[in-house]
């Protein structure tokens, strides 16, 4: 059987920040997969901390990639907010990594899941920001790249009503207080994967 090769594009979200790398979420999900009878190779990420929309493409790059992915999964626009990018902008740069995913998956768009940014409202580390501004920001990006993901007919995955619990669950917090922990990102595992296996079947 030949290995099921994973491409995951992102953020901090996407590498697991402040957490293991088997607590990663792409990791995760490859286990869940290999747990279900699947041979799954280690997921090829492409993903700093930090980056934007812009930053992603700029990276994606420079990674010269050649080669096409069963499976791939697109994480990004946290950092646009945070620094107050607009989303009309996010609406363009995110259209074009959205239409790169489904290259790099072989022009399956079935093959290529969004996951929903993040709401960093709630979180220790916005303790003294405006939390409910936030949190319509990251409601109107998602808004946005849901919209493309439907128009695109790729999978999505919200995975911010998870996150939005941290505000009741400090467990699911990593120790800075910001990025999710392996234990949070074990949901969005448990919610990737179903997705993933459909595009595998």
């Known amino acids: 059987m030949t290995p099921i090769t994973y491409l995951a ?3 901090s979200y996407t590498i697991g920040e402040q957490v293991a790398y088997p607590e990663c979420f792409p990791v995760q999900a490859a286990a869940l997969l290999q747990e279900k009878g699947y041979q ?3 997921p090829v990420i ?3 901390t930090g980056w934007t929309t812009d930053e ?3 990276g994606i790059a420079v990674a010269h990639i050649t ?10 626009g946290v950092n646009n907010q945070y620094r107050g990018r607009s989303v009309e902008e996010y609406r363009q740069e995110f259209t074009v990594l959205l239409q790169q995913a489904i290259a790099f998956a072989g022009h399956r768009p079935a093959h290529v899941v969004v996951l929903s940014i993040p709401d960093w409202s709630v979180t220790p580390f916005a303790a003294d920001r405006d ?3 936030i949190a319509r920001e990251i409601d109107a990006y998602n808004a946005v ?3 493309i993901a439907v128009e695109q007919q790729v999978q999505y995955v919200d995975i911010t009503p998870f996150t939005r619990e941290a505000s009741k669950d400090l ?5 800075d207080g910001l990025h999710p922990s392996g234990k949070d990102y074990h949901r969005w595992a448990l919610a990737l994967a179903p997705r993933l296996e459909q595009a595998l079947r």
């Not at 467990?171 to 120790?175: M, Y």
């Open 131 to 133: 939390r409910e501004q």
């Open 46 to 48: 492409i993903a700093t």
């Open 171 to 175: 467990s699911l917090v990593a120790p």
């Open 67 to 76: 080669q096409t992915y069963d499976i791939v999964t697109l994480l990004i």
């Open 145 to 147: 790249n849901k919209a």
């Open 40 to 42: 799954v190779d280690k």
């Open 56 to 58: 992603l493409s700029a």
């Open 9 to 11: 594009l992102g953020d």
